[in-house]
T-cell receptor
């Protein structure tokens, strides 16, 4: 297993366009997280899944954002009608939860979104 | 809800100096605590962790002890190197929430 992978690594889009990012977690991990990170800030939680169920969504996740994990493996994050304020690094992480324990989260390299 | 507060940077030290980066947390229940590091141009990597009170996490010469009485998880290293220059993030998971919550990060620069 090569770890958490994200695609694409970079995306430049025009304001108003829709974009979709993909995350492939570590294969035995049942939890998958999405975060957003802007320059000089810590990662901000957006949402997370346990298997295919979306268990929590941050108030940061406006109606223009939607995330899916249809088969409990890879996940997609879609941003509709992008705005310049959406420019950020979007990070995906995965971990395993079970038996009352959580492993640490492993992060992908991120997708850097630039909205022009 | 859960939150993490860590000292603001940037922190600039000379090689071989002692490092402390303070981190305190607010959480219900019994969270796990983490330090992540982000080297220039790279992704977030786990540096160390502690899952219960009085546990000490350690890695690469860095240490942090889970202090429930002071709700703290301060990062320390006795002798920093230039290669330790990075941004360090304190984080917690668990308690009443299932997601990982980060502090704002502390940028460390080590000069030769």
């Amino acid at each position: 297993d090569t770890g958490v992978s994200q695609d694409p690594r970079h995306k430049i889009t025009k304001r108003g366009q829709n974009v979709t990012f993909r995350c492939d977690p570590i294969s035995e991990h049942n939890r998958l997280y999405w975060y957003r990170q802007t320059l000089g800030q810590g990662p901000e939680f957006l949402t997370y899944f346990q298997n295919e169920a979306q268990l929590e969504k941050s108030r940061l996740l406006s109606d223009r954002f939607s995330a899916e994990r249809p088969k409990g493996s890879f996940s997609t994050l879609e941003i509709q009608r992008t705005e310049q304020g959406d420019s950020a690094m979007y990070l995906c992480a995965s971990s395993h939860s079970g038996g009352g324990k959580n492993t640490e989260a492993f992060f992908g390299q991120g997708t850097r979104l630039t909205v022009v | 809800g859960n939150s993490v507060t860590q000292m603001e940077g940037p922190v600039t030290l000379s090689e071989e100096a002692f490092l402390t980066i303070n981190c305190t947390y607010t959480a219900t229940g019994y969270p796990s605590l983490f330090w992540y590091v982000q080297y220039p141009g790279e992704g977030l990597q786990l540096l160390l962790k502690a899952t219960k009170a009085d546990d000490k996490g350690s890695n690469k010469g860095f240490e942090a002890t889970y202090r429930k009485e002071t709700t703290s998880f301060h990062l320390e290293k006795g002798s920093v190197q230039v290669s330790d220059s990075a941004v360090y993030f304190c984080a917690l998971m668990g308690g009443s929430q299932g997601n990982l919550i980060f502090g704002k990060g502390t940028k460390l620069s080590v000069k030769p």
